[in-house]
């Protein structure tokens, strides 16, 4: 199967659902008109869709355009974005009932140099979790994906890796702004209730500062992170810092079994208590 089959029946299911008006507008993909890049494109009629493209540049996230939208809305969503609709669901910020999901099956996105995009790499999803319709891409059966290993602790080597990262974070909040989870009208690192970080402007990127956001982000993003990797391409400062969600996130998945965005009907595990829950004592000990 090539992407050329699979745009074919992308069309058809997009022409189909909006001249029936199960949407009113779908999100999808668009060729760019600087590079060969696949940028959002918001499709209103059937003439329009003759444009829609899908493909290995599709790294754009577009479950955030959902939150402002009203109405029935489509959308084509690769498995990191549909899992973020979950979770949109799960925390009240959407109705299932008002998106149309249109998942497809996804070989990793690339960039221009056709290497792996953040997040792409060591992805364990490919396959969309819940869909109206699901476009399958029979390719998937070739790729091997790793099981997840995780890594002893060594206390002094993470801090030692968190302040070289630290250091390089300019805090210009490029990826709190690319982050489908950080839709807070107001971020906690901007109220002055309590005083987060310094009023004076020569001082806002010190790394008290820098480090409270980072770990604050971590800590909001618990059970949450749904992987995607949009934080860490959007930063200009090239801060691995997606590494220490990740962390948290395998944390949550090994502790309580729970993963973010694959079931629409759990709770996340910071939301929830169950008395057979484990006690994890962070500096030691089990139970």
Excluded at 138 to 158: F, G, P, T
Excluded at 204 to 210: F, I, L, P, R, V
Excluded at 219 to 228: A, P, Q, V, W
Excluded at 234 to 257: H, M, P, Q, W
Aim: glycine letters at 6%; hydrophobic letters at 35%.
């Amino acid at each position: 199967m090539s992407y050329e089959v699979i745009n074919k029946q992308l069309k058809d299911i997009c022409k189909d659902i909006l001249e029936n008006k199960t949407v009113d507008v779908i999100l999808a993909y668009r060729r760019g008109d600087i590079d060969d890049s696949l940028i959002p494109y918001f499709v209103k009629t059937t003439d329009e869709v003759e444009k829609i493209e899908w493909g290995n540049r599709c790294y754009q996230h577009l479950a955030p355009y959902l939150l402002e939208k009203k109405g029935k809305v489509g959308i084509i969503a690769k498995p990191c974005d549909v899992r973020a609709i979950v979770q949109y669901v799960i925390e009240g910020q959407l109705k299932r009932d008002d998106i149309y999901i249109i998942g497809m099956d996804c070989l990793g996105m690339v960039d221009s140099e056709g290497n792996s995009r953040p997040g792409c790499f060591d992805c364990s999803v490919r396959i969309p979790p819940i869909s109206n319709v699901h476009i399958e891409d029979e390719r998937l059966k070739d790729i091997k994906i790793e099981d997840r290993k995780i890594q002893s602790v060594d206390l002094e080597k993470n801090l030692e890796r968190f302040q070289k990262e630290i250091d390089k974070c300019i805090l210009c909040f490029s990826c709190r702004q690319a982050c489908y989870g950080c839709y807070c009208k107001t971020c906690f690192i901007e109220k002055d209730m309590p005083q987060w970080q310094p009023k004076v402007v020569e001082q806002a990127a010190d790394y008290g500062t820098k480090m409270m956001f980072h770990l604050g982000r971590a800590m909001h993003l618990s059970g949450r992170c749904t992987e995607c990797g949009s934080c860490e391409a959007a930063c200009a400062s090239s801060v691995n810092i997606r590494y220490l969600i990740k962390e948290v996130t395998n944390f949550i998945s090994d502790t309580y079994g729970f993963n973010a965005g694959m079931d629409l009907n759990k709770r996340p595990a910071m939301t929830t208590y169950a008395f057979e829950d484990r006690e994890v004592g962070f500096l030691g000990g089990d139970k």
